[in-house]
């Protein structure tokens, strides 16, 4: 390994091991986003899957499918599968949460209307879909329309999840399966899948995606309320003010005493924020170490994928992934 | 046939005939709606999924299937897939159309949220995905993945050529694919291919399908603005009000002079809508005998669709589903 690899982020090394592989991804999506009937389609489509996402998902496909040594061409078309679900939740997300930015460019949403970000949200769902048909493998059919039922269950859990004190551990914990764990350990799966690997090798590959899943959400829930230092900047307190209960908020409701548990309940479930309301939230998370204990948690959920890579062949992706699983809490840093 | 079928309507023919299938395709789809994780699904589909839908789609698999032969237990999956993705486009068109009512009852829309009407529509797309990975056949997950797409380009579309003069016959036609034919084509072409049936009676179902969506679709055009005789009801006109381009209008643009052209700019590609517009409307259509053109393109496709079938063995589900046709059409009178 030379120097450059071993200072670049594993997501950049991953991104140069799978340089041909993702060109191939990326020529398939082009191809597929293109609508004969309806070019509004590209045009809605274009400025989210082109504005310079990571492509994390199709890179875990490709990664664990090359790990286990295949050498078809499905793991493109999978890779594509994965990348198409993601952004067709996104656009739906937008409708969603009335977010007004992604990627730090304007939402399709806002761009166009709810009408085309429900529908052409809607068929790249479908062209996912064709996608994984075309390659033949009903095991992996029926991996990711698990995956998409969790999805979108999560997603409907998280409705009723929001503004509710109630919500404990279990259901956030079911809710980041759904947001991101679910495509992430699909996206690993099938790339063991498609590959033929042995039932053991596919289950580890399985549990590192479902658990840097976890890791990742955890850790942009943190992030959220400005990572563990909990310093407010420009990009905080989204999750506050839309009152999602995600788990420093939980950490901290576990812990309250009478005022705080007013408190709480005041901004979260009757949604009355006033001016310096966020400010008195960090302060309480940080009296109970709330934002300490949930990045301890996306700790503990990294080392569980980084550790179930070991029954996997030694090879340069296996410690990629590795690495990654460590850089997404990282980020915190 | 007895004296009462002779008399009942096709449409009551087939589910009296079907009615242990369409028992289990009832069951199976209440089963399916169940989410552990995330209850309000069910109370927002059970309104819809239960309102006495007709189940048109459906029975359609399973006629398909019975009058092939087939004895297994798979069309009862395709017949609850079918109309799973019927209801999550339903769903999904609620939040489009900001359409107040649904067969009679509040929409998902006014009675619970745009989140939950999106969200539980992925999730009954995600659920019709399962069953039918559940049949096994891949040959069905492409004609599927298909219909899919050409829904979604097919609503897309809509979208840019509603509110257009422009649009003709042919996007027209490609809409009514999208939203009504690609659907019924794949409940009948799935019905025959799982039953094994040979390729030229399949591609006879697929054809009789389709033919009978574009009819459907152009007689429902035509009732919202009040059918052949053109008469203003209380159902009338929504078409109109969202300034959809549909059959009845195209043809009246494409014999209007000046005058009338201009009123249709103002209508349709303006929006200016003022008192007594859909009558004047009306008149002009009138005038260019544009319903009745419409009705006999309606009735075109009724045969085509009754047509189809001649290849198909000579059975009492048979002789229903080509009443069917003819029966799609008499709504009019």
Not at 234 to 260: M, Q, S, W
Request: charged share 25%; proline share 3%.
């Amino acid at each position: 390994m030379g120097l450059d690899e071993a200072t670049q982020k594993p997501h950049d090394r991953l991104a140069a091991a799978l340089a041909a592989d993702l060109d191939a991804v990326n020529s398939l999506i082009r191809d597929r986003m293109a609508s004969r009937h309806a070019p509004r389609i590209p045009e809605v489509t274009a400025h989210l899957v082109e504005a310079g996402g990571k492509r994390l998902r199709p890179m875990l496909t490709l990664a664990a499918a090359r790990l286990c040594g295949y050498d078809g061409p499905f793991h493109v078309h999978l890779a594509a599968t994965v990348e198409f679900i993601h952004t067709a939740t996104l656009l739906h997300d937008d409708v969603v949460d009335e977010s007004a930015r992604r990627r730090g460019r304007p939402t399709a949403n806002l761009l166009w209307d709810n009408k085309s970000s429900v529908l052409v949200g809607d068929y790249l769902f479908a062209r996912s879909f064709q996608l994984m048909v075309e390659t033949g493998s009903l095991r992996v059919l029926d991996i990711l329309a698990d995956a998409s039922a969790t999805i979108a269950e999560g997603e409907v859990l998280q409705l009723t999840a929001a503004q509710d004190l109630g919500t404990d551990r279990a259901i956030y914990l079911q809710v980041v399966r759904g947001k991101t764990a679910a495509l992430f350990a699909a996206a690993t799966e099938v790339g063991g899948v498609i590959a033929g690997a042995p039932p053991a090798q596919i289950a580890a590959l399985r549990t590192y995606g479902d658990a840097l899943g976890v890791a990742f959400q955890i850790v942009d829930d943190l992030l959220d309320y400005g990572g563990s230092d909990a310093v407010i900047g420009k990009n905080t307190g989204d999750d506050f003010r839309e009152r999602k209960v995600t788990l420093p908020v939980i950490h901290a409701v576990e812990k309250a005493d009478v005022a705080e548990r007013a408190f709480w309940s005041r901004v979260i479930e009757q949604g009355q924020q006033a001016e310096g309301d966020l400010g008195q939230a960090l302060a309480i998370m940080a009296r109970h170490g709330a934002m300490h204990s949930a990045r301890d948690e996306a700790v503990m959920w990294a080392g569980t994928a980084r550790d179930a890579l070991a029954v996997l062949p030694d090879h340069p992706l296996r410690h990629m992934l590795e690495d990654l699983a460590d850089y997404v809490v990282a980020r915190l840093q």
